[in-house]
């Protein structure tokens, strides 16, 4: 009688790689600045970038601080990091006053401007010093612990703030928004073919006449609240008008219309309470 070979045994998997990768070490010249790793966070939590930097600035600001906290693992870091946040303090010194002089000047202009005080401006030049001699090996890639890479780095992220000036309020930014708007829409011709056309009953023509009318009130000399009645029912007409328009540049011309109107009318909008 014929029999079932035996099944084979499995094939040895290999064994699995339990190696745990290295992690890094402190650095022993760190000793003393914070507990552990986790500390660090603590030493730099006041270098707060500015809400209103642009991406550069922000990139540059944040590697600065990044670079302090890992300062704990290759002490180096420190004094990187204050050469690094220079990259920040120059690029929006070069915008906030047209020029593109080196650092020391820039710094010495800012202070003569009222920009920034002297004090801030002999801190800021510190920095500068120190990146210049790092540049020629005058200067030690060690030269700063991270508290002292802190208080320099502080001093530029100061700069920055005061230079860029404080965030835009939503109302300021609403308000920039409006005029641009209006200006396009004041400078566009009105959509071909639709003079004496109605959607919804409502004629087109009159509809943009009487709400750009408003816009322009608001935008001047502000309105009552007949108009801000006024305002709001065209906007209950643009509502029912624009999603029925099929004609590409029509649609779109009502609906910035549509877009100014609210712009204009959330100025009138009770606060929450």
């Given amino acids: 009688m014929n029999s079932v ?12 790689d339990l190696q745990v990768p290295d992690l890094p070490t402190p650095d022993p010249r760190s000793w003393g600045t914070a507990a552990d790793f986790a500390a660090m966070r603590a030493l730099v939590a006041g270098l707060v970038v500015p809400g209103n930097a642009s991406m550069y600035v922000m990139s540059a ?43 020391g000047e820039l ?14 401006a002999a801190e800021l030049d510190h920095g500068r010093l120190l ?43 609403r308000g920039d928004r409006l005029a641009r708007l209006w200006e396009e829409h ?21 509809l943009d006449a009487d709400t750009a ?8 000399e502000g309105m009552d609240s007949n108009r801000i009645a006024g305002l709001w029912a065209c906007i209950a007409a643009l509502d029912k008008a624009v999603p029925r328009i099929d004609e590409e540049y029509c649609a779109a011309y009502f609906a910035r219309l549509r877009t100014l109107a609210g712009l204009a009318a959330a100025r009138h909008i009770p606060a929450a309470t």
Avoid: C
């Fill in 131 to 173: 990146r210049d001699g790092l540049t020629r090996g005058a200067r030690s890639s060690a030269a700063l612990t991270a508290p002292m890479a802190v208080a320099r780095v502080r001093a530029v992220f100061d700069a920055v703030s005061l230079l860029l000036g404080p965030p835009p309020t939503e109302e300021a930014e």
């Fill in 61 to 103: 600001l944040e590697t600065s601080r990044e670079l302090i906290r890992y300062s704990y693992y290759r002490y180096e870091f420190a004094t990187v990091a204050v050469a690094h946040s220079l990259f920040a303090l120059e690029h929006v010194l070069a915008e906030r006053l047209g020029s593109d002089a080196p650092l």
């Fill in 213 to 220: 009318i408003l816009v322009e009130m608001e935008l001047t």
């Fill in 186 to 206: 004041r400078r566009a011709l009105f959509p071909d073919g639709f003079r004496g056309v109605s959607i919804e009953g409502v004629e087109l023509i009159l």
């Fill in 107 to 120: 710094i010495r202009k800012a202070a003569e401007e009222g920009l920034v005080t002297a004090g801030l």
């Fill in 5 to 16: 070979p035996p099944t084979p045994d499995p094939l040895p998997l290999p064994a699995p």
